[in-house]
């Protein structure tokens, strides 16, 4: 299925997921150029793509982007129990299956992989990074999920009580939470929308999905310095969803060489989404500007792998 923007082209797909299950995939390509880099979307938690992450593909696609988004399972129009994670791992197989398929069709070879995550996506950014480091070129952090901030960090009592619980009743809508809708989307006309769009999850955090988030959270926590590729941080000062500190703590304690981060004061958790229209527009200004930088630097990845093809090449032809 195809439709048509003026500069852009727009397709839907549903693909089968390693388990057999239905997921639904898109994508934004400029029409009347070849994408001069590919950016992969990880949307947050209880979201979707092709109406959430709209705004984001259109405008990375309006700067020359191929710009390809998938539904989780149990998110948006994919397959699965809507609002739950039973497995964190599983959910980034998914995502790197669909993503490295596209990445290395023959067209799509030379160009580079850019990782782009939203807060809870911003975990499966930087887990899909750990699968395969050398894989990726760059990443583009939207107040990334990457630690539990401290106020907000369980009792190790209650964890050990959700741990067990999850054994018997994975499934129920019982874990405490303010509004997200409420917290993370500044423009109240974005959050009419969410309220209103079905492929939003919006009952309480089930307790499978919840007890996978906290983990993956402490995991990431304890390994921020395992990250080595180039990314972007882009957070808002008002954020009361993902600590901006923590973004802070990814930027200084990750080995990567190439690594920024700018923090938006009075911006809130959603800048991709939630934020007013010219705010969204000053976020993704920023964001495109370093796309187009990485970009014009060349692909260190493809040199890597000529380096390495070379040096296997020289000896076969001295001996």
Request: proline share 5%.
């Amino acid at each position: 299925m195809a439709n048509e923007y003026e500069t852009v082209r727009y397709e839907e797909e549903f693909i089968l997921n390693s388990r057999g299950m239905k997921l639904f995939t898109c994508n934004w390509v400029p029409k009347d150029c070849e994408p001069k880099a590919l950016i992969f979307l990880c949307h947050g938690y209880a979201m979707e793509c092709s109406i959430s992450m709209k705004d984001a593909g259109m405008q990375l696609a309006k700067s020359g982007f191929g710009v390809y988004g998938i539904d989780y399972e149990g998110h948006g129009k994919s397959e699965g129990l809507q609002g739950y994670v039973n497995s964190f791992d599983a959910l980034v197989d998914d995502c790197f299956d669909h993503y490295s398929k596209i990445s290395e069709r023959k067209e799509n070879k030379k160009k580079m992989r850019i990782l782009m995550g939203e807060s809870m996506g911003g975990a499966v950014v930087l887990l899909l990074h750990r699968k395969k480091p050398e894989f990726w070129d760059g990443a583009v952090l939207i107040a990334p999920m990457c630690k539990i901030a401290d106020d907000l960090r369980p009792h190790p009592m209650v964890i050990s009580v959700l741990t067990k619980l999850c054994n018997f009743i994975p499934t129920w809508k019982i874990v405490p939470t303010q509004d997200i809708v409420d917290s993370a989307f500044r423009d109240p006309e974005v959050r009419k929308e969410i309220r209103n769009n079905p492929h939003c999850y919006k009952g309480k955090p089930r307790l499978q999905t919840a007890h996978q988030l906290l983990t993956v959270s402490m995991d990431l926590e304890q390994r921020l310095e395992e990250v080595t590729l180039p990314f972007f941080i882009v957070h808002g000062e008002d954020d009361t969803v993902t600590d901006p500190s923590v973004s802070k703590l990814l930027h200084e304690k990750a080995s990567s060489i190439d690594k920024s981060f700018k923090l938006y004061p009075g911006m809130w958790h959603s800048l991709s989404y939630g934020e007013f229209p010219e705010n969204r527009d000053i976020v993704f200004s920023d964001i495109v500007v370093w796309l187009n930088e990485k970009t014009s630097m060349g692909n260190s990845r493809l040199e890597r792998q000529q380096k390495q093809a070379n040096d296997q090449i020289l000896p076969k032809m001295s001996s």
